[in-house]
């Protein structure tokens, strides 16, 4: 269902983020990400002269290596287009990110790596999105590929190994309104977990 119509209006400007997760030949993940940001209107820098309406001022990539343990092995960033021209300089500095794992802290980790003048604000804007579509992509290709080589996949096994990749059930249980311990996700996948069974 698309959004209520909207009031008479001009578009003034696009951001546009393309994250893809990947399998590697070497048995490791690339979690890949676009940015850009165009304007819908001449807009003059003085680094640049005018950036015309649709030319992109931020063109940025970011691509993060990853293995299965979710330990970033490379990351490598890109600046294509920016404002200023001091911008890409920072895009080396996303290196450093290699060997964090992307877990709990992370962002606060990758911010003590290249935050401030280290980083970047539009790539550091990424992190926390890809580390989601690295989520995304790791769990569940591993619990597919431990899937007995049968027919159809069973969707109820399938379910549980990538619960269990992302630390079983009780690491899913209220974190959004689907996992709520009272909704009927829980109650068909997990009834022990239910609030019911819980005050019982």
């Known amino acids: 269902m698309p959004l209520s119509p909207p009031v ?19 048995g490791l993940y690339d979690i890949e990400a676009q940015l850009s940001d165009t304007k819908a209107y001449p807009l003059p820098s003085e680094d640049r002269g005018v950036i015309a309406p649709g030319e992109k001022l931020h063109g940025m990539w970011l691509r993060m290596t990853v293995d299965g343990q979710m330990t970033i092995q490379t990351c490598e ?6 404002p ?22 992370f962002l606060k980790l990758a911010a003590e790596r290249v935050g401030g003048t280290l980083g970047c604000t539009h790539l550091r804007e990424l992190l926390q999105q890809m580390a989601t ?10 619990a597919h590929r431990s899937m ?26 209220n974190t959004c309104l689907a996992y709520a ?20």
């Open 8 to 26: 008479e209006r001009n578009k003034l400007h696009t951001r546009e983020i393309v994250i893809a997760g990947y399998s590697r030949g070497d």
């Open 77 to 82: 960033a890109a600046t294509d287009y920016a």
């Open 148 to 173: 007995p080589a049968r027919g159809a996949v069973n969707a109820a096994e399938l379910d549980k190994r990538i619960s269990d990749q992302f630390g079983g059930p009780k690491s899913l249980v």
């Open 133 to 142: 579509t690295a989520f995304q992509t790791i769990g569940p290709a591993r």
């Open 181 to 200: 311990e009272d909704g009927p996700v829980v109650r068909r996948r997990w009834p022990e977990l239910t609030r019911q069974a819980a005050a019982e």
């Open 84 to 105: 200023y021209t001091a911008c890409p300089q920072a895009a080396p500095n996303f290196a450093r990110l290699a060997g964090l794992r992307i877990g709990r802290g």
